[in-house]
């Protein structure tokens, strides 16, 4: 009896250290599936294809497999405890135990993707590319760690959205055109390797940061496909533009990811993806070596599963840096560890009016009053913002082809928009499958330099008088508003947001709370979520990725 006992666990063991080898994506007929999205009310999750036509998975299955070694189900089983769902100092924490190291850290990771990536059920689309390279740095890091470890993110495993140049990985914006793009790593990614991040590999994105195609769904694009929301696969919106970034961060498929805005391309995600997202003032973080937009409105930001993780990244990937103009020198770090519980005692916050109907967001006002806070009704301002896509089309004609000159490989094929455009029109059923209007917008546009500064000149002096106005008249420390509502104003103000889980609503899905201060007062943001974070902890993993 117990011979055959030994037998059978000699088995199961083997079964599992041989599991990953046999995780393989098989195209599926998904036909009826999307059949049944097509009178869905919200037309944006109405898809006209789920898997990508243009990547094949195994690749990056191959790239994941070729890395885990030995390791198996029974491993990830053992470490699930100490790593899902942690933050950071958690994790650093375990791994000074001796619970864990760098390496299996990585590996555990890694075979989460493997593992949900490969399944039918459970796919999510969120990963573009993985670093070939990640579980040797890992090692490096778990050698090198007594002498090296200066910073909390030393050694932690960080996805990146797929518009932040990275050496060794393509940088694609989602699209065919830039499939092949080489390129050397972005400033902020300098940084994160600089402090002994490891670079995970690439998320998914809305193609070309969502300024694509005109009311195509959230979180597609021809190379990734179609990213799904964990909390409910083709039933909730993922938010755009940072999707896979969202996405991966919610079913832990890394520690934290990096993101880009323009206008609610952070906020969005990480409110419909119950995580923390912050987009930081332009000029607290670099764009060089990022895929644009607007150089006007661009950003990258932190997106994480807590606040002070968001605050650990954000300190990592801030800084000056001379070919970005708009940067500024700052702090190295925040002091996350002072970070208090009593931080919302005593400070005033506007609250919309109309805001107060959603349920949840009015109880959750109710909750910061009764832990000290001093809440306002405001009416908010009318400001127009006619002309919002004529400015980021001329934005965007030039600041594209400036990246694609000085920042790609593929500046001989694609020097301009137009370029883009043509290319994508001999396969349009492969590479624009929902058009490509917003593109074609870009090419048509014939904006004067005088006639869009004179936009530009509007657009912010509306946007800071829709916050300064209330700020000024009540003294106020922050506006409080819901998901990405507030974005559009925020982004032309140039004032930081910070969005953090409020609670799910009756159908599931996640609803977030964003707290909008003033320029470069992310530390403020920082200590108010992370005390509301204390009195509000209402974030749960996705069923069926805890």
């Not at 890091?141 to 959205?161: A, E, F, N, Q, V």
Request: net charge neutral; glycine share 6%; with cysteine.
């Amino acid at each position: 009896m117990k011979y055959s006992c030994l037998l059978i666990v000699f088995a199961f063991l083997s079964c599992s250290k041989n599991i990953t080898s046999d995780r393989t994506w098989m195209p599926y007929d998904e036909t009826a599936q999307i059949e049944s999205l097509a009178n869905t009310k919200n037309e944006r999750m109405r898809f006209k294809l789920i898997q990508s036509k243009n990547l094949d998975k195994n690749e990056m299955f191959k790239s994941i497999q070729s890395q885990l070694g030995n390791f198996n189900e029974q491993d990830y089983i053992q470490m699930l405890p100490y790593i899902l769902d942690k933050d950071i100092l958690s994790l650093q924490k375990s791994i000074d135990e001796k619970k864990l190291n760098y390496e299996q850290l990585t590996k555990w990771y890694l075979y989460r993707i493997l593992k949900f990536e490969s399944n039918q059920e459970t796919f999510l689309n969120a990963i573009l590319t993985i670093n070939k390279n990640a579980v040797q740095e890992a090692k490096l890091c778990d050698k090198r760690r007594t002498k090296s470890k200066s910073h909390p993110i030393y050694g932690m495993p960080i996805l990146l959205k797929d518009n932040i140049n990275t050496d060794g990985m393509p940088t694609t914006a989602g699209a065919v055109a830039l499939k092949d793009n080489k390129t050397n790593d972005a400033f902020v990614v300098k940084q994160l390797k600089a402090k002994g991040a490891i670079i995970l590999g690439k998320a998914n994105l809305s193609e070309w940061a969502y300024f694509l195609c005109d009311g195509c769904p959230s979180g597609y694009s021809a190379l990734g496909g179609q990213t799904l929301n964990p909390y409910g696969r083709t039933i909730f919106d993922t938010g755009g533009s940072s999707s896979g970034s969202g996405v991966s961060v919610a079913a832990n498929y890394a520690v934290a990811a990096v993101g880009s805005e323009t206008s609610g391309s952070i906020i969005s995600p990480s409110s419909q993806n119950s995580i923390v997202g912050l987009k930081p003032t332009i000029g607290k973080v670099s764009r060089t070596g990022i895929i644009p937009i607007s150089s006007t409105l661009d950003t990258a930001g932190p997106m994480a599963k807590n606040v002070t993780d968001t605050a650990i990244l954000l300190s990592v990937i801030m800084g000056y840096d001379g070919e970005d103009s708009t940067t500024i020198k700052s702090e190295a770090n925040y002091v996350w560890t002072t970070f208090s519980d009593n931080e919302l005692k005593g400070k005033r916050f506007g609250v919309f009016k109309s805001y107060l109907s959603n349920t949840i967001y009015q109880k959750t006002i109710e909750n910061l009053k009764s832990h000290g806070v001093e809440i306002i009704e405001i009416e908010p301002q009318n400001v127009n913002f006619n002309g919002f896509v004529t400015f980021l089309n001329a934005d965007m004609k030039v600041d594209l082809p400036k990246y694609l000159k000085s920042h790609s490989s593929v500046y001989d094929l694609f020097q301009t928009v137009d370029d883009i455009v043509v290319f994508n029109k001999k396969e349009a059923a492969l590479r624009i499958p929902y058009g490509q209007a917003l593109f074609e917008g870009i090419v048509a546009e014939t904006i004067s330099e005088e006639d869009f500064a004179k936009l530009k000149g509007t657009f912010y002096s509306e946007a800071v008088s829709f916050f300064e106005t209330p700020m000024k008249t009540h003294n106020l420390d922050a506006i409080v508003s819901i998901n990405n509502y507030n974005s559009g104003h925020a982004a032309m103000a140039k004032y930081p947001c910070l969005g953090v889980p409020m609670g799910y609503s009756e159908t599931g899905e996640p609803v977030g709370i964003t707290f909008i201060a003033r320029p470069f007062e992310e530390e403020k943001l920082l200590r108010i979520g992370f005390a509301f974070e204390k009195i509000h902890p209402v974030r749960k993993a996705p069923k069926g990725y805890n």
